[in-house]
Each structure stands twice: as C-alpha cells, then as structure tokens.
C-alpha cells in the first residue's frame, strides 16, 4: 500500500510536465505566437531583477490547473507596467522594468511592451496660390452694383407714345457767346519706365486687368491702389499719373457785372448799408472811429445831454444864492 502512492507519485511528476509544456503550446498558438499585440519577444526567460529584494515583477495571476493564456496576461499590464512574462502559462508576472541580467529558461517567455504609436505628421500646407487681397466691402458692393446694372438692363420700360403738340414759337433774341479762353494743349504723359508692383504687375497689366480705366482707378478696384501696391496712380497714366509738366489751371471766371445782381443781393446790400450808417465817428483831432455801433452812439449823446442838463441846474442854483446873499436888507446887529 505503501509502495503504490510512491510510485504513482513518480507517475504524476512527467504527466504534470507534459500537461506544462502542451499548455505552453497551446497558449502561444492560441494567442498568435509568443507575445500578444501591442508586445515584442524580449527573450524566453525572465530578468534576474524579478528575485532581488525589491523585486521588479509581481505575480497577478496563479492558475496551475486551468492555465493562462498571454492574451490575458497581457491585458493585466495597465499604467507603469512595461512587460509581462508567462511561466509555463500558469503564472503571469508583470514586470515595472527591465533591470539586471537576462536568466534564459525554455518554460518562461517575457515579452516588452511597445511604445505608444507616433503622432502622424501634420498635412503639408497648400501651395502657395497669388491671390489679390479683396475687401469684403468693397466685394459686396461691387457685387451688388453689378446685380443693379444686370437688373436694369434686363427690364424694359413700356413705351409711350405722346402725341405731339406744336409749341408755341418764341421771339428769338440773340446773345452774344461769352468769350471762353482756349484750353492749353495738355503735357504728354508717359509711364514710369520699369514700373512694376511688389506683385509683378506693370502699368499693362492694371489696365489690361481691369484695374484701372478712365485715366483713373476703376470703382471698386481702389483696394488694388495706394502705398500697398506700389501707388500705381503716381506711376500709370492710365490709373491717374499727372502728366509732366503738369498742365496750367484754367483762368478763374470773371466778376459778375453790376446790372447781374439779383434783388435779394441788393436787399442785403441796402440792409447792410443801413446797420452801419451812423457808425463812424470823428475825434477832435480828425481822427475817425469805424465800426462803432449805432447804440453806443446813441448812449454817447444821451450821457452828453444828460450832462449839459445838470450843469445847468448847478449854474441856475449858484446864481440865485448869490442874488440872495446880495439884495437881503442890512438888518442891524442888536447891542450887547
């Protein structure tokens, strides 16, 4: 009795091996070779830094009768895990580095983390492209002046017929044209020779753009002038260059005549006339004030009136005193 439990001992030992190493294979193979996606083969073996003091792995799972797979096992590894290691896929270890010195052994298989994935680049920017810079006003309004110009050109007013009435045939007077001075003969113009934009446009190329028309710069097309562009209006003569020498101003148009005043300009005239009359005054000395208003005039001779009345009055009083004291009767002086 004895002797039976011992020898099926030594029975069990090379099954549980075998058991191991079928296990073994059927993890890998199950489990798309030795390691799972997402790791790489380091070794079959482990790391030595597993067995020392501080260890750096750590059995998470035990499971000597059903096994482990290492697609399992390699989903154990979350934060600070950088390997996993599966042993004769009973146990799986999950390693926190991969210190100290490589121990091969054909019943374990330590597989690395990879890295995460880089970044994809970013796209390549578009070829650069010349575009005229527009602004969004001024797109707007052009847009809409041309839908006005559209609009009215397709519709068409109704005709109308008015009979015709015979006017009346007015006396013909006869004015003489008034004399109008010859205009100068204009200076020739010509183009700033090798003109040409910060943009590689020449003064044809504004006039055969569009950009400029009527010997100025064409509406809507002012954004395509200015220091911005290479002020083409001081250098084409299509957009506005002044020609050299620049010609003479016309002569100013003469006074109007006498007889030509409208009533309301000699109302005003007499108007003003009358507000200042009265205004100047003459010193003593010859001398003459201009521009006195009439009111101070007349404060001026009411204060002078006014004086001339009270010195009277003093005058008139100073003299009946003195008639007083002289014709009063001697009225004698009685004895002490």
């Given at each position: 009795?004895g002797?039976?439990?011992?020898?099926?001992?030594?029975?069990?030992?090379?099954?549980?091996?075998?058991?191991?190493?079928?296990?073994a294979?059927?993890?890998?193979?199950?489990?798309?070779?030795?390691?799972?996606?997402?790791y790489?083969?380091v070794l079959d073996g482990?790391?030595?830094?597993?067995?020392?003091?501080?260890?750096?792995?750590?059995?998470?799972?035990?499971?000597?009768?059903?096994?482990v797979l290492?697609?399992?096992?390699?989903?154990?590894?979350?934060?600070?895990?950088v390997?996993?290691s599966?042993?004769?896929?009973?146990?799986?270890?999950?390693?926190?580095?991969?210190?100290?010195?490589?121990?091969?052994?054909?019943q374990?298989?330590l597989?690395?983390?990879?890295?995460?994935?880089?970044?994809?680049p970013p796209p390549?920017p578009p070829?650069?492209?010349?575009?005229w810079p527009?602004?969004?006003?001024?797109a707007?309004?052009?847009?809409?002046?041309?839908?006005?110009?559209a609009?009215?050109?397709?519709?068409?007013?109704?005709?109308?017929?008015?009979?015709?009435?015979?006017?009346?045939?007015?006396?013909?007077v006869?004015?003489?044209?008034?004399t109008?001075?010859?205009?100068?003969?204009?200076?020739?113009?010509?183009?700033?020779?090798?003109?040409?934009?910060?943009?590689?446009?020449?003064?044809a190329?504004?006039?055969?753009?569009?950009?400029?028309?009527?010997?100025g710069?064409a509406?809507?097309?002012?954004?395509a002038?200015?220091?911005?562009?290479?002020?083409?209006?001081?250098?084409?003569?299509?957009?506005?260059?002044?020609?050299?020498?620049?010609?003479?101003?016309?002569?100013?148009?003469?006074p109007?005549?006498?007889?030509?005043l409208?009533?309301a300009s000699?109302?005003?005239?007499a108007?003003?006339?009358?507000?200042?009359?009265?205004s100047?005054?003459?010193?003593?000395?010859?001398?003459?004030?201009?521009?006195?208003?009439?009111n101070?005039?007349?404060?001026?001779?009411?204060?002078?009136?006014?004086g001339?009345?009270?010195?009277?009055v003093?005058?008139?009083?100073t003299?009946a005193?003195i008639?007083?004291?002289t014709?009063?009767p001697?009225?004698p002086?009685?004895?002490?």
């Open positions: 009795m002797a039976a439990p011992c020898g099926s001992m030594r029975g069990v030992a090379p099954l549980s091996v075998v058991l191991s190493v079928v296990l294979d059927r993890g890998r193979s199950l489990d798309r070779g030795p390691c799972p996606l997402g790489s083969h482990y790391r030595s830094c597993a067995l020392d003091t501080t260890p750096c792995a750590q059995k998470v799972i035990d499971r000597p009768v059903e096994g290492m697609e399992e096992c390699g989903q154990q590894c979350g934060e600070g895990c390997a996993v599966l042993f004769l896929t009973k146990e799986c270890w999950l390693y926190s580095s991969l210190s100290g010195e490589e121990m091969n052994d054909e374990s298989v597989c690395a983390r990879d890295p995460p994935p880089a970044p994809p390549a070829p650069a492209v010349r575009h527009v602004d969004p006003a001024v707007a309004a052009a847009a809409a002046a041309a839908a006005a110009a609009a009215a050109a397709t519709t068409t007013a109704p005709a109308v017929v008015t009979p015709a009435i015979p006017a009346p045939v007015a006396p013909v006869v004015v003489a044209a008034p109008v001075a010859a205009a100068p003969a204009e200076a020739p113009c010509f183009d700033t020779p090798g003109w040409s934009n910060q943009y590689g446009s020449s003064c190329a504004y006039k055969e753009e569009g950009h400029c028309a009527q010997g710069i509406p809507a097309h002012e954004w002038a200015g220091p911005g562009f290479g002020s083409p209006e001081q250098n084409c003569c299509a957009c506005g260059k002044l020609p050299w020498p620049p010609p003479r101003p016309p002569p100013p148009p003469p109007p005549a006498p007889d030509e409208t009533t000699r109302k005003d005239a108007i003003d006339h009358l507000k200042n009359a009265g100047d005054i003459r010193l003593a000395s010859g001398a003459v004030l201009d521009g006195v208003p009439p101070a005039i007349l404060a001026l001779v009411a204060g002078a009136c006014t001339l009345l009270l010195l009277a003093g005058c008139c009083l003299l005193l008639l007083t004291l014709l009063a001697n009225t002086k009685p004895l002490p």
